[in-house]
Protein backbone atom coordinates (compact mmCIF):
# COMPACT_ATOMS: atom_id res chain seq x y z
CA UNK A 1 0.00 0.00 0.00
CA UNK A 2 1.73 3.47 -1.52
CA UNK A 3 2.03 6.24 1.88
CA UNK A 4 0.49 9.13 2.20
CA UNK A 5 3.16 12.25 1.53
CA UNK A 6 5.32 12.96 4.18
CA UNK A 7 3.62 16.49 4.35
CA UNK A 8 0.03 15.09 4.71
CA UNK A 9 0.94 12.56 7.48
CA UNK A 10 2.87 15.85 9.49
CA UNK A 11 -0.28 18.07 8.96
CA UNK A 12 -2.57 15.31 10.71
CA UNK A 13 -0.28 14.88 13.47
CA UNK A 14 0.07 18.82 13.89
CA UNK A 15 -3.21 18.94 13.83
CA UNK A 16 -4.23 16.89 16.76
CA UNK A 17 -1.36 18.05 18.37
CA UNK A 18 -2.76 21.41 18.33
CA UNK A 19 -5.47 20.22 20.52
CA UNK A 20 -3.24 19.44 23.67
CA UNK A 21 -1.45 22.59 22.99
CA UNK A 22 -2.20 25.19 25.74
CA UNK A 23 1.29 27.23 25.99
CA UNK A 24 0.98 27.35 29.36
CA UNK A 25 3.89 28.62 31.09
CA UNK A 26 6.62 27.25 32.99
CA UNK A 27 5.58 23.93 31.03
CA UNK A 28 8.23 21.30 28.91
CA UNK A 29 6.46 20.25 25.69
CA UNK A 30 8.46 17.74 23.71
CA UNK A 31 7.24 14.87 21.04
CA UNK A 32 8.18 11.57 21.87
CA UNK A 33 9.01 9.09 19.28
CA UNK A 34 8.57 5.00 19.67
CA UNK A 35 9.61 2.11 17.54
CA UNK A 36 7.16 -0.07 18.68
CA UNK A 37 8.32 -3.41 17.33
CA UNK A 38 5.34 -5.69 17.86
CA UNK A 39 3.47 -3.70 15.35
CA UNK A 40 6.88 -2.37 13.10
CA UNK A 41 5.56 0.87 14.10
CA UNK A 42 6.23 4.52 15.26
CA UNK A 43 4.28 5.74 17.50
CA UNK A 44 4.21 9.75 18.37
CA UNK A 45 3.40 11.31 21.51
CA UNK A 46 2.87 14.73 22.80
CA UNK A 47 4.10 15.24 25.93
CA UNK A 48 3.67 17.74 28.39
CA UNK A 49 5.13 18.16 32.33
CA UNK A 50 4.86 21.28 34.61
CA UNK A 51 6.37 21.55 38.33
CA UNK A 52 4.20 19.91 40.43
CA UNK A 53 1.41 18.31 38.56
CA UNK A 54 1.66 15.11 36.28
CA UNK A 55 3.18 14.57 33.53
CA UNK A 56 0.61 13.93 30.26
CA UNK A 57 0.95 11.99 27.29
CA UNK A 58 -1.09 12.13 24.25
CA UNK A 59 -0.89 10.00 21.29
CA UNK A 60 -0.86 12.00 18.41
CA UNK A 61 0.15 9.54 15.37
CA UNK A 62 0.81 5.94 14.48
CA UNK A 63 3.53 5.48 11.30
CA UNK A 64 2.95 2.12 10.00
CA UNK A 65 5.14 -0.26 8.23
CA UNK A 66 8.38 1.33 10.03
CA UNK A 67 10.66 3.17 7.72
CA UNK A 68 13.39 5.58 9.17
CA UNK A 69 13.50 7.46 5.87
CA UNK A 70 9.95 8.54 5.77
CA UNK A 71 9.65 8.74 9.24
CA UNK A 72 12.91 11.31 9.10
CA UNK A 73 10.31 13.24 6.71
CA UNK A 74 7.55 13.60 8.59
CA UNK A 75 9.28 14.44 11.93
CA UNK A 76 11.37 17.46 9.79
CA UNK A 77 7.65 18.35 8.34
CA UNK A 78 6.35 18.35 11.98
CA UNK A 79 9.53 20.78 12.59
CA UNK A 80 8.33 23.00 9.65
CA UNK A 81 5.39 24.11 12.13
CA UNK A 82 6.58 23.18 15.27
CA UNK A 83 9.86 23.54 16.99
CA UNK A 84 9.19 21.10 19.40
CA UNK A 85 12.22 18.65 20.76
CA UNK A 86 12.22 15.06 19.72
CA UNK A 87 12.57 12.62 22.43
CA UNK A 88 13.57 8.73 20.68
CA UNK A 89 12.61 5.71 22.35
CA UNK A 90 13.23 1.95 21.20
CA UNK A 91 15.43 2.64 18.22
CA UNK A 92 18.79 0.75 17.53
CA UNK A 93 21.86 3.41 17.77
CA UNK A 94 22.78 3.20 14.31
CA UNK A 95 19.04 4.80 13.91
CA UNK A 96 19.15 6.57 16.67
CA UNK A 97 22.60 8.70 15.32
CA UNK A 98 20.94 9.25 12.13
CA UNK A 99 17.85 11.12 13.68
CA UNK A 100 19.58 13.17 15.52
CA UNK A 101 21.72 13.59 12.30
CA UNK A 102 19.24 14.41 10.37
CA UNK A 103 16.13 15.77 12.05
CA UNK A 104 16.33 18.89 12.62
CA UNK A 105 16.88 19.86 16.04
CA UNK B 1 -13.59 -35.09 51.20
CA UNK B 2 -12.49 -37.78 48.38
CA UNK B 3 -11.03 -35.53 45.44
CA UNK B 4 -10.45 -39.23 44.04
CA UNK B 5 -13.31 -38.79 42.06
CA UNK B 6 -13.49 -35.18 41.03
CA UNK B 7 -11.74 -33.99 37.21
CA UNK B 8 -8.06 -33.70 37.31
CA UNK B 9 -7.81 -31.02 34.41
CA UNK B 10 -5.28 -28.83 33.45
CA UNK B 11 -7.47 -25.51 33.89
CA UNK B 12 -4.72 -22.07 33.33
CA UNK B 13 -6.80 -18.81 34.10
CA UNK B 14 -4.73 -15.76 32.56
CA UNK B 15 -4.67 -12.23 33.45
CA UNK B 16 -3.13 -9.60 31.78
CA UNK B 17 -0.74 -7.95 34.50
CA UNK B 18 -2.79 -4.23 34.54
CA UNK B 19 -3.29 -4.41 31.07
CA UNK B 20 -4.47 -1.04 30.18
CA UNK B 21 -1.68 0.74 32.11
CA UNK B 22 0.98 -2.31 30.57
CA UNK B 23 -0.30 -1.53 26.66
CA UNK B 24 -0.01 2.73 27.48
CA UNK B 25 3.47 2.06 28.96
CA UNK B 26 4.56 -0.59 26.08
CA UNK B 27 3.76 1.59 23.13
CA UNK B 28 5.21 4.78 24.68
CA UNK B 29 9.09 2.61 24.91
CA UNK B 30 8.27 2.80 28.62
CA UNK B 31 8.97 -0.32 31.21
CA UNK B 32 5.04 -0.80 33.23
CA UNK B 33 7.29 -2.19 35.91
CA UNK B 34 9.52 1.01 36.51
CA UNK B 35 7.10 3.69 34.98
CA UNK B 36 4.18 5.18 36.77
CA UNK B 37 1.55 5.60 34.38
CA UNK B 38 -2.22 6.02 35.08
CA UNK B 39 -5.00 5.90 32.68
CA UNK B 40 -7.48 8.17 33.40
CA UNK B 41 -10.69 8.80 31.83
CA UNK B 42 -12.15 12.25 31.98
CA UNK B 43 -15.27 11.38 29.95
CA UNK B 44 -17.54 14.21 31.29
CA UNK B 45 -19.61 11.82 33.52
CA UNK B 46 -16.32 11.17 34.90
CA UNK B 47 -16.50 14.17 37.17
CA UNK B 48 -12.57 15.28 37.54
CA UNK B 49 -11.68 11.99 36.25
CA UNK B 50 -11.47 8.65 36.30
CA UNK B 51 -8.38 6.05 36.63
CA UNK B 52 -9.63 3.17 34.63
CA UNK B 53 -6.15 1.30 35.36
CA UNK B 54 -2.28 2.03 37.17
CA UNK B 55 1.19 0.15 36.20
CA UNK B 56 2.25 -1.87 38.68
CA UNK B 57 4.80 1.21 39.50
CA UNK B 58 2.25 3.41 40.25
CA UNK B 59 0.84 1.24 42.49
CA UNK B 60 3.61 0.62 44.31
CA UNK B 61 4.79 4.26 44.60
CA UNK B 62 1.81 6.35 44.61
CA UNK B 63 -0.84 3.30 46.82
CA UNK B 64 -3.15 3.52 43.86
CA UNK B 65 -5.77 1.25 42.86
CA UNK B 66 -8.26 1.32 40.23
CA UNK B 67 -11.53 3.58 39.95
CA UNK B 68 -9.42 6.11 41.99
CA UNK B 69 -10.37 9.46 41.15
CA UNK B 70 -8.01 12.45 39.57
CA UNK B 71 -8.53 14.38 43.51
CA UNK B 72 -6.56 11.40 44.98
CA UNK B 73 -3.80 11.88 42.34
CA UNK B 74 -0.41 13.30 44.06
CA UNK B 75 0.60 16.20 42.21
CA UNK B 76 3.73 14.79 41.34
CA UNK B 77 5.52 15.01 37.97
CA UNK B 78 7.18 11.48 38.09
CA UNK B 79 3.38 10.48 37.70
CA UNK B 80 2.61 10.44 33.81
CA UNK B 81 -1.59 10.64 33.24
CA UNK B 82 -2.79 9.22 29.54
CA UNK B 83 -6.28 9.58 28.07
CA UNK B 84 -7.54 5.35 27.71
CA UNK B 85 -7.54 4.10 23.80
CA UNK B 86 -10.79 1.49 24.38
CA UNK B 87 -10.51 0.60 20.85
CA UNK B 88 -6.63 -0.65 20.64
CA UNK B 89 -7.01 -2.33 24.33
CA UNK B 90 -9.76 -4.67 22.62
CA UNK B 91 -7.22 -4.85 19.73
CA UNK B 92 -4.35 -6.59 21.99
CA UNK B 93 -7.30 -8.45 23.48
CA UNK B 94 -7.55 -10.00 20.25
CA UNK B 95 -4.01 -10.92 19.62
CA UNK B 96 -2.93 -12.08 22.85
CA UNK B 97 -6.02 -14.83 22.43
CA UNK B 98 -4.63 -15.34 18.99
CA UNK B 99 -1.78 -16.88 20.41
CA UNK B 100 -3.46 -18.42 23.67
CA UNK B 101 -5.71 -20.78 20.48
CA UNK B 102 -2.48 -21.73 19.00
CA UNK B 103 -2.00 -23.88 22.14
CA UNK B 104 -5.80 -25.12 22.99
CA UNK B 105 -9.00 -26.15 20.57
CA UNK B 106 -11.25 -23.27 20.05
CA UNK B 107 -13.99 -24.66 22.44
CA UNK B 108 -11.11 -24.91 25.16
CA UNK B 109 -10.49 -21.02 25.21
CA UNK B 110 -13.26 -18.77 26.92
CA UNK B 111 -12.51 -15.02 26.80
CA UNK B 112 -13.40 -14.39 29.92
CA UNK B 113 -13.18 -10.12 30.09
CA UNK B 114 -11.20 -7.49 28.67
CA UNK B 115 -7.87 -9.10 30.40
CA UNK B 116 -8.88 -12.30 31.61
CA UNK B 117 -8.89 -15.93 29.58
CA UNK B 118 -9.73 -19.29 30.67
CA UNK B 119 -7.93 -21.97 29.01
CA UNK B 120 -8.27 -25.65 29.01
CA UNK B 121 -5.20 -27.58 28.38
CA UNK B 122 -6.27 -30.92 29.42
CA UNK B 123 -5.87 -32.45 26.24
CA UNK B 124 -3.54 -30.15 24.38
CA UNK B 125 -0.79 -29.60 26.92
CA UNK B 126 1.61 -32.64 25.92
CA UNK B 127 1.86 -31.37 22.11
CA UNK B 128 4.13 -28.14 23.73
CA UNK B 129 6.17 -29.50 26.44
CA UNK B 130 7.35 -32.17 28.67
CA UNK B 131 5.86 -30.94 31.85
CA UNK B 132 2.52 -28.53 32.11
CA UNK B 133 4.83 -25.31 34.07
CA UNK B 134 7.39 -25.14 30.82
CA UNK B 135 4.26 -24.91 28.41
CA UNK B 136 2.43 -21.97 30.57
CA UNK B 137 6.45 -20.18 30.71
CA UNK B 138 5.98 -21.13 27.04
CA UNK B 139 2.56 -19.46 27.18
CA UNK B 140 3.47 -16.36 28.99
CA UNK B 141 7.22 -16.23 26.91
CA UNK B 142 4.87 -15.72 23.62
CA UNK B 143 2.78 -13.55 24.65
CA UNK B 144 6.38 -11.15 25.98
CA UNK B 145 8.30 -11.66 22.82
CA UNK B 146 5.42 -11.46 20.57
CA UNK B 147 3.11 -8.06 22.21
CA UNK B 148 5.33 -7.19 24.75
CA UNK B 149 2.56 -7.81 27.54
CA UNK B 150 2.99 -9.69 30.83
CA UNK B 151 1.08 -12.34 31.79
CA UNK B 152 -0.27 -13.43 35.08
CA UNK B 153 -1.26 -17.24 35.27
CA UNK B 154 -3.10 -19.35 37.79
CA UNK B 155 -3.08 -23.24 36.95
CA UNK B 156 -5.89 -25.49 38.54
CA UNK B 157 -7.39 -28.67 38.27
CA UNK B 158 -11.12 -26.99 37.43
CA UNK B 159 -11.79 -23.21 36.41
CA UNK B 160 -12.10 -22.02 40.27
CA UNK B 161 -8.88 -23.59 41.16
CA UNK B 162 -7.03 -21.75 38.38
CA UNK B 163 -8.80 -18.38 39.36
CA UNK B 164 -8.01 -18.57 43.04
CA UNK B 165 -4.49 -19.36 42.07
CA UNK B 166 -4.22 -16.39 40.04
CA UNK B 167 -6.12 -14.05 42.18
CA UNK B 168 -4.17 -15.14 45.59
CA UNK B 169 -1.13 -17.18 44.81
CA UNK B 170 0.22 -15.83 41.46
CA UNK B 171 0.18 -12.10 41.46
CA UNK B 172 2.51 -12.51 44.73
CA UNK B 173 4.74 -14.97 42.70
CA UNK B 174 7.81 -13.94 41.25
CA UNK B 175 7.04 -15.87 37.63
CA UNK B 176 3.51 -14.49 38.27
CA UNK B 177 2.65 -18.21 38.40
CA UNK B 178 0.40 -19.64 40.87
CA UNK B 179 -1.28 -23.26 41.41
CA UNK B 180 -3.77 -24.60 43.30
CA UNK B 181 -4.54 -28.79 42.68
CA UNK B 182 -6.88 -31.28 44.04
CA UNK B 183 -4.07 -32.46 46.49
CA UNK B 184 -3.14 -28.94 47.39
CA UNK B 185 -6.65 -27.17 47.61
CA UNK B 186 -7.63 -27.86 51.43
CA UNK B 187 -4.06 -26.19 52.72
CA UNK B 188 -3.96 -23.30 49.93
CA UNK B 189 -7.75 -22.19 50.25
CA UNK B 190 -8.24 -22.45 53.62
CA UNK B 191 -4.94 -20.45 54.59
CA UNK B 192 -7.20 -17.51 52.76
CA UNK B 193 -8.05 -15.03 55.57
CA UNK B 194 -9.34 -12.30 53.45
CA UNK B 195 -12.79 -13.44 52.49
CA UNK B 196 -13.27 -10.44 49.75
CA UNK B 197 -10.33 -11.30 48.00
CA UNK B 198 -12.22 -14.37 46.57
CA UNK B 199 -13.82 -14.73 43.64
CA UNK B 200 -17.66 -14.38 43.94
CA UNK B 201 -16.97 -13.06 47.15
CA UNK B 202 -17.87 -9.06 47.64
CA UNK B 203 -18.06 -7.06 50.57
CA UNK B 204 -21.83 -7.22 50.51
CA UNK B 205 -21.53 -11.52 50.85
CA UNK B 206 -18.39 -11.13 52.92
CA UNK B 207 -21.23 -9.14 55.26
CA UNK B 208 -23.65 -11.86 55.05
CA UNK B 209 -21.10 -14.52 55.69
CA UNK B 210 -19.87 -12.69 58.47
CA UNK B 211 -23.39 -12.21 60.11
CA UNK B 212 -23.88 -16.02 59.96
CA UNK B 213 -20.48 -16.54 61.79
CA UNK B 214 -18.23 -17.22 59.10
CA UNK B 215 -15.14 -15.73 58.42
CA UNK B 216 -12.71 -17.38 56.94
CA UNK B 217 -12.50 -19.97 54.21
CA UNK B 218 -11.66 -22.47 56.35
CA UNK B 219 -14.96 -21.90 58.30
CA UNK B 220 -16.64 -21.54 54.95
CA UNK B 221 -15.87 -24.90 53.80
CA UNK B 222 -16.83 -26.46 57.52
CA UNK B 223 -20.22 -24.87 57.22
CA UNK B 224 -23.22 -26.99 56.99
CA UNK B 225 -23.98 -26.53 52.97
CA UNK B 226 -27.72 -27.07 53.35
CA UNK B 227 -27.53 -24.08 56.02
CA UNK B 228 -25.56 -21.94 53.55
CA UNK B 229 -27.97 -22.95 50.80
CA UNK B 230 -31.06 -21.61 52.70
CA UNK B 231 -29.43 -18.64 53.86
CA UNK B 232 -27.47 -17.61 50.91
CA UNK B 233 -29.73 -19.61 48.00
CA UNK B 234 -27.94 -20.59 45.00
CA UNK B 235 -24.83 -19.02 45.90
CA UNK B 236 -24.76 -20.44 49.21
CA UNK B 237 -24.47 -23.94 47.60
CA UNK B 238 -21.18 -22.24 45.04
CA UNK B 239 -19.21 -21.11 47.16
CA UNK B 240 -19.04 -23.82 49.82
CA UNK B 241 -18.01 -25.71 46.59
CA UNK B 242 -15.22 -22.60 46.16
CA UNK B 243 -13.97 -23.03 49.51
CA UNK B 244 -13.49 -27.37 48.69
CA UNK B 245 -11.56 -26.21 45.47
CA UNK B 246 -14.79 -27.92 43.36
CA UNK B 247 -15.84 -26.93 40.12
CA UNK B 248 -17.29 -28.63 37.46
CA UNK B 249 -17.54 -26.33 34.85
CA UNK B 250 -15.48 -26.09 31.51
CA UNK B 251 -15.06 -23.22 28.82
CA UNK B 252 -16.45 -25.98 26.38
CA UNK B 253 -19.71 -26.31 28.36
CA UNK B 254 -19.86 -22.52 28.53
CA UNK B 255 -19.65 -22.65 25.19
CA UNK B 256 -22.69 -25.25 24.67
CA UNK B 257 -24.40 -23.54 27.34
CA UNK B 258 -23.71 -20.62 26.85
CA UNK B 259 -27.37 -17.92 27.78
CA UNK B 260 -29.01 -16.33 25.35
CA UNK B 261 -29.80 -12.96 26.50
CA UNK B 262 -33.13 -11.99 27.55
CA UNK B 263 -32.63 -8.28 27.97
CA UNK B 264 -30.95 -5.50 25.78
CA UNK B 265 -30.82 -2.80 28.12
CA UNK B 266 -28.16 0.18 28.03
CA UNK B 267 -27.61 2.88 30.63
CA UNK B 268 -25.72 5.75 31.45
CA UNK B 269 -24.45 8.15 34.01
CA UNK B 270 -24.79 12.16 32.92
CA UNK B 271 -22.58 14.75 33.03
CA UNK B 272 -24.45 16.55 35.10
CA UNK B 273 -27.34 16.59 37.33
CA UNK B 274 -30.69 16.85 34.79
CA UNK B 275 -33.64 19.11 36.30
CA UNK B 276 -35.92 19.40 33.46
CA UNK B 277 -38.62 16.82 31.87
CA UNK B 278 -37.46 17.75 28.44
CA UNK B 279 -33.93 17.28 29.44
CA UNK B 280 -34.47 13.59 31.00
CA UNK B 281 -36.52 12.67 28.49
CA UNK B 282 -34.95 13.26 25.49
CA UNK B 283 -31.84 10.78 26.98
CA UNK B 284 -34.36 8.46 27.72
CA UNK B 285 -35.52 8.73 23.96
CA UNK B 286 -31.73 8.86 22.93
CA UNK B 287 -30.95 5.60 24.95
CA UNK B 288 -34.57 3.89 23.72
CA UNK B 289 -33.60 4.27 20.32
CA UNK B 290 -30.11 2.33 21.12
CA UNK B 291 -31.75 -0.18 22.72
CA UNK B 292 -34.46 -0.85 19.71
CA UNK B 293 -31.65 -0.71 17.06
CA UNK B 294 -29.72 -2.95 19.04
CA UNK B 295 -32.75 -5.42 19.24
CA UNK B 296 -33.51 -4.93 15.44
CA UNK B 297 -29.48 -5.94 15.01
CA UNK B 298 -30.43 -9.06 17.00
CA UNK B 299 -33.40 -9.97 14.97
CA UNK B 300 -35.49 -10.02 18.72
CA UNK B 301 -38.88 -7.69 19.42
CA UNK B 302 -39.64 -6.94 23.10
CA UNK B 303 -42.73 -8.20 24.75
CA UNK B 304 -42.17 -5.75 27.69
CA UNK B 305 -39.74 -2.34 28.41
CA UNK B 306 -37.81 -1.30 31.96
CA UNK B 307 -36.92 2.06 33.11
CA UNK B 308 -34.44 2.94 35.59
CA UNK B 309 -33.98 5.94 37.19
CA UNK B 310 -31.40 7.37 39.54
CA UNK B 311 -31.67 10.55 41.32
CA UNK B 312 -28.58 13.39 41.75
CA UNK B 313 -26.45 12.74 44.42
CA UNK B 314 -27.48 12.91 47.79
CA UNK B 315 -31.69 13.19 46.77
CA UNK B 316 -33.78 10.94 48.08
CA UNK B 317 -37.90 11.00 47.27
CA UNK B 318 -40.93 10.94 49.92
CA UNK B 319 -40.16 7.09 50.30
CA UNK B 320 -36.57 7.55 51.32
CA UNK B 321 -35.12 5.70 47.75
CA UNK B 322 -32.48 7.18 45.39
CA UNK B 323 -34.51 6.14 42.56
CA UNK B 324 -36.96 4.14 40.99
CA UNK B 325 -37.14 1.16 38.66
CA UNK B 326 -40.31 -0.10 36.93
CA UNK B 327 -41.25 -2.83 34.27
CA UNK B 328 -44.04 -2.36 31.54
CA UNK B 329 -45.71 -5.39 29.64
CA UNK B 330 -46.47 -4.46 26.42
CA UNK B 331 -49.67 -5.41 24.30
CA UNK B 332 -47.72 -6.53 21.58
CA UNK B 333 -44.28 -7.87 20.67
CA UNK B 334 -42.27 -5.03 18.49
CA UNK B 335 -38.68 -3.87 17.56
CA UNK B 336 -40.76 -0.21 16.96
CA UNK B 337 -38.72 2.77 18.25
CA UNK B 338 -41.58 4.87 18.58
CA UNK B 339 -43.79 2.45 20.63
CA UNK B 340 -41.01 1.53 22.76
CA UNK B 341 -39.87 5.25 23.41
CA UNK B 342 -43.63 5.80 24.42
CA UNK B 343 -44.04 3.05 26.92
CA UNK B 344 -40.56 4.51 28.66
CA UNK B 345 -41.78 7.78 28.66
CA UNK B 346 -45.23 7.01 29.82
CA UNK B 347 -43.16 4.91 33.00
CA UNK B 348 -41.30 7.72 33.30
CA UNK B 349 -43.96 10.78 33.48
CA UNK B 350 -45.94 8.03 35.82
CA UNK B 351 -42.90 7.64 38.93
CA UNK B 352 -41.32 11.54 38.34
CA UNK B 353 -42.16 13.82 40.88
CA UNK B 354 -39.59 16.37 40.14
CA UNK B 355 -36.32 15.31 41.31
CA UNK B 356 -32.93 15.72 39.99
CA UNK B 357 -31.36 12.75 37.69
CA UNK B 358 -28.25 11.54 37.32
CA UNK B 359 -28.16 7.83 36.23
CA UNK B 360 -30.63 6.69 33.12
CA UNK B 361 -31.08 3.17 32.27
CA UNK B 362 -33.59 1.46 29.79
CA UNK B 363 -34.18 -2.13 28.86
CA UNK B 364 -36.32 -4.18 26.30
CA UNK B 365 -37.46 -7.24 27.78
CA UNK B 366 -39.54 -10.44 27.33
CA UNK B 367 -37.30 -11.01 23.96
CA UNK B 368 -38.74 -12.85 21.25
CA UNK B 369 -37.66 -13.32 17.54
CA UNK B 370 -38.37 -11.19 14.91
CA UNK B 371 -40.24 -12.40 12.39
CA UNK B 372 -41.91 -9.47 11.32
CA UNK B 373 -43.80 -6.66 13.15
CA UNK B 374 -47.64 -7.83 14.48
CA UNK B 375 -50.38 -6.91 12.27
CA UNK B 376 -52.82 -4.23 13.54
CA UNK B 377 -56.05 -3.66 12.21
CA UNK B 378 -55.97 -0.24 13.02
CA UNK B 379 -52.51 0.82 12.04
CA UNK B 380 -51.77 3.25 9.35
CA UNK B 381 -49.32 3.10 6.74
CA UNK B 382 -47.59 5.65 8.03
CA UNK B 383 -46.89 2.72 11.10
CA UNK B 384 -45.64 0.72 8.49
CA UNK B 385 -43.55 3.40 6.95
CA UNK B 386 -41.74 4.21 10.22
CA UNK B 387 -40.72 0.71 10.91
CA UNK B 388 -38.88 1.19 7.15
CA UNK B 389 -37.05 4.47 7.84
CA UNK B 390 -35.77 2.66 11.19
CA UNK B 391 -33.68 -0.08 9.20
CA UNK B 392 -32.88 2.20 6.64
CA UNK B 393 -31.78 4.53 9.42
CA UNK B 394 -29.88 1.45 11.00
CA UNK B 395 -28.47 0.05 7.87
CA UNK B 396 -26.80 3.85 7.23
CA UNK B 397 -25.70 3.65 10.23
CA UNK B 398 -24.04 -0.02 9.89
CA UNK B 399 -22.37 1.33 6.66
CA UNK B 400 -21.10 4.68 7.44
CA UNK B 401 -21.38 5.01 11.75
CA UNK B 402 -23.38 6.09 14.11
CA UNK B 403 -23.26 9.83 13.76
CA UNK B 404 -24.09 9.40 9.84
CA UNK B 405 -27.63 10.32 10.95
CA UNK B 406 -28.60 11.59 14.34
CA UNK B 407 -32.25 12.80 15.30
CA UNK B 408 -32.59 16.28 15.65
CA UNK B 409 -33.32 16.24 18.75
CA UNK B 410 -29.83 15.09 19.46
CA UNK B 411 -29.11 18.74 18.85
CA UNK B 412 -30.94 19.83 21.84
CA UNK B 413 -29.20 20.58 24.99
CA UNK B 414 -29.15 17.67 27.20
CA UNK B 415 -28.79 15.49 24.00
CA UNK B 416 -25.70 13.10 24.95
CA UNK B 417 -25.97 10.60 21.71
CA UNK B 418 -23.21 12.52 19.83
CA UNK B 419 -21.05 12.44 22.19
CA UNK B 420 -21.42 8.85 23.53
CA UNK B 421 -21.19 7.68 20.12
CA UNK B 422 -17.36 8.53 20.59
CA UNK B 423 -17.06 6.09 23.31
CA UNK B 424 -16.50 2.74 23.38
CA UNK B 425 -17.44 1.12 26.93
CA UNK B 426 -17.93 4.49 28.18
CA UNK B 427 -14.42 5.49 27.52
CA UNK B 428 -12.63 7.01 24.80
CA UNK B 429 -12.12 4.55 22.21
CA UNK B 430 -8.85 6.69 20.94
CA UNK B 431 -9.47 8.42 17.38
CA UNK B 432 -7.37 6.80 14.65
CA UNK B 433 -3.85 7.75 14.80
CA UNK B 434 -2.70 6.57 10.91
Request: net charge positive.
Amino acid sequence: MSKDQPQLVAKRICDRLATYFKQKSRTRYWIAVVYYSPDDCYNLFFNARRPRSWQRSWPIGIIKEADLDYLIAVLNAIHERYHFSYEYRQFQPLELSRLRREVKP
Amino acid sequence: MDYASEPRGVFLMIDNKSFYATVECTSRGLDPLTTPLVVMSEADNTGSGLILASSPAAKQLFKLHNVNRARDLPNDDRLLVVPPRMNLYIEKNLAINDIFSEFVAQDDLLPYSIDESILDLTHSWRLYGDNILAVVRRIQREVYQRLHLVTTIGIGNNPVQAKLALDIYAKHNPEFIGVITNQTARARIWAIKDLTSVWGINTRMAARLERLGIHTMWELAHADPYFLEEKLGKAGARLYATAWGVDHSSPAKSHRHKKKSESVGNSQVLPRDYHTKEEIELVISEITAQVASRLRAKQKQAGGVYLGIGYALGVVDDQGKTGFTHSQKLAADTADTRVLMAEVKALFERSWRGQPVRHVAVAATRLTKRYGEQLDLFATKADATAIDVENTVDAIRKRYGKTAIVRAASLKKGGTFIARSKLVGGHTGGQSLE
